[in-house]
């Protein structure tokens, strides 16, 4: 499949090495001389020329010859942005995209030749499914190798352009007192002086640096020329607008794609910090301790403060209601410093043969509004809980009688037979 690309031709010239030849003409050296639509090897021809086939030369660059599309060259504009009437068309979009055609590959029609706007007219040659083949606009360029044509008599540079003479003025001591009148010659003496300033200008401005070219203040130069739509400057004064104007067009297109790799950069930096922010909360978040967690306030046990046979434990009744006895034998949780707030506890859930609820913690964080309490002590429950000395047995089972939701004081019967009451646990 082709590739869909412009080829945006003639806007990396530099003008120093491509002299104008402005007034030139040259004579076809070679037979069946390829016309291609841009100046290089590359570029698709258009069509053929042979000897002795004389071209109007525009400017030299490089080993190409800028020429004025000779006859049978044609150029391509979409039929939607063209009005017709009979052979005339008349645009009806603004930068409308005008392609060079190929009398020899008809379905070559990458090259970007210039621009129309509304209102510009246009002559049509012939139609294809999708554009109307039209005659070459005024400025655009065909090119051919400088190899197979030679300039027709003596080489005249454009800023080297003749002056003609200044028409003769009247002797002295004329009766009369008339102004002179500007001549023809007088006009084309100015335009080429112009046009030498103009071209002197521009080969001093493309010798800066490329991002110091004021190009908009070199294309004004030319547009001020004041040239005769007939006379020969006209066609060399349009290809330089032209020229000009895609090369404006360039720069500007280089800006915005400078702009977007900007934009596109500060996206994927603040892309990368947000998955960055995103993979640190996930190692925060596996780093939190699975398991059971309850919330409660968390206050000192009197019945269990700690000796040598068992760990010192807190109580912490939940929201719930439901007392749970908290003890960390590990360390790794210092349950002191959390005493009167109220927390979640994360760990390891356990029942002890007398039936309540122990929580080996192993994490722990304040919640919101639960700045820490005074609790008033609390006095030793008058007897133990069965099975006080073994409270670091692994976690057994609870007893069928589905604690650990206990009944109140004044119902023993929800307890297990033989268990005693901890005070603490009604608080």
């Not at 010859?65 to 009806?92: E, N, R």
């Not at 080996?360 to 964080?365: D, K, L, M, Q, R």
């Amino acid at each position: 499949m082709r590739p869909n690309r412009l080829v945006l031709f003639g806007v990396v010239i530099l003008v120093a090495a491509a002299a104008s030849l402005a007034g030139q003409e040259y004579e076809v050296t070679g037979e069946d001389v390829y016309v291609r639509s841009g100046p290089s090897g590359n570029f698709y021809p258009m069509l053929k020329v042979s000897r002795p086939q004389r071209v109007d030369v525009l400017a030299q660059e490089g080993e190409w010859l800028a020429i004025t599309p000779p006859p049978g060259a044609y150029s391509l504009i979409s039929k939607l942005l063209v009005a017709v009437d009979g052979q005339t068309g008349t645009v009806t979009g603004n930068r409308v995209i005008v392609r060079a055609g190929s009398v020899l590959y008809p379905f070559k029609t990458d090259t970007l030749q210039t621009h129309l706007n509304r209102g510009d007219k246009v002559a049509i040659l012939g139609e294809t499914e999708e554009a109307y083949k039209i005659a070459p606009p005024a400025g655009v360029a065909a090119y051919i190798s400088v190899k197979y044509a030679r300039p027709v008599g003596s080489p005249v540079a454009a800023t080297t352009l003749p002056v003609l003479p200044p028409p003769p003025t009247r002797p002295a001591g004329s009766a009369t007192t008339a102004p002179a009148v500007v001549t023809s010659t007088d006009s084309l003496n100015r335009q080429i002086r112009d046009w030498q300033t103009a071209e002197a200008a521009l080969t001093a401005e493309y010798a800066k640096p490329e991002d110091q070219r004021d190009l908009p203040k070199m294309l004004g130069m030319y547009q001020a020329i004041e040239v005769d739509p007939e006379g020969p400057l006209a066609p060399r004064v349009q290809y330089r607008i032209r020229y000009l104007e895609l090369a404006i067009e360039r720069v500007k297109g280089a800006a915005y794609v400078e702009e977007l790799s900007r934009r596109t950069a500060a996206e994927r930096k603040e892309m990368e910090s947000a998955r960055d922010k995103i993979r640190q909360e996930s190692a925060r978040a596996a780093e939190v301790p699975k398991g059971f967690s309850v919330d409660g306030r968390l206050a000192p046990s009197a019945t269990f403060p700690g000796s040598a046979f068992q760990p010192k434990r807190w109580i912490l009744r939940s929201d719930q209601g439901i007392p749970y006895y908290a003890q960390c034998t590990t360390g790794a949780v210092n349950l002191a410093e959390l005493e009167g707030w109220k927390v979640r506890l994360i760990g390891t859930r356990s029942f002890s043969p007398s039936g309540y609820s122990i929580v080996e913690v192993t994490g722990a964080e304040k919640l919101p509004g639960g700045e820490p309490a005074v609790f008033a002590p609390v006095p030793m429950a008058t007897t133990q809980p069965a099975g006080r000395l073994d409270v670091n047995v692994g976690p057994s089972a609870p007893p069928a009688s589905g604690l650990p939701d206990f009944g109140p004081p004044d119902a023993p019967a929800s307890r297990p037979a033989g268990s005693t009451v901890n005070r603490e646990e009604y608080r």
